[in-house]
């Protein structure tokens, strides 16, 4: 059984930086893609960045510039350094993959950016 397990969020002052990571486990399958989605309190969830299985990355524009998304092959993992976050980044942090033909989501994980 597939399950992504996010790490990495907390409460950080505005103009301070996190780093996120996500690490994929229970499949030998190819990976993809492999991405960040984010829900902010009472908006729906909306993508911020992804990451081809070629290492080809797109942003969202609110996160162009601040944001860098990479992963590890070798471990199954996706990373998102987030740099001069701002209180509008603050959310839930999701990890999302497409690992043998389906895509999986993982549980979340909090960010709050204080001003």
């Known amino acids: 059984q597939v399950q992504l397990v996010e790490s990495g969020g907390g409460l950080v002052q505005a103009g301070g930086s996190l780093r996120l990571s996500c690490a994929a486990s229970?499949?030998?399958?190819?990976?993809?893609?492999m991405g960040w989605h984010r829900q902010a309190p009472g908006k729906q969830r909306e993508l911020v960045a992804v990451?081809?299985?070629?290492?080809?990355?797109n942003y969202a524009d609110s996160g162009k510039g601040r944001y860098t998304i990479s992963k590890d092959n070798a471990k199954n993992m996706v990373f998102l350094q987030m740099n001069s976050l701002k209180p509008e980044d603050t959310g839930v942090y999701y990890c999302?993959?497409?690992?043998?033909?389906?895509?999986?989501w993982g549980q979340g994980t909090q960010v709050t950016v204080s001003s």
């Open positions: 999302l993959m497409h690992i043998g033909g389906r895509f999986y």
């Open positions: 229970g499949s030998s399958s190819s990976i993809y893609i």
């Open positions: 990451i081809t299985s070629i290492g080809s990355a």
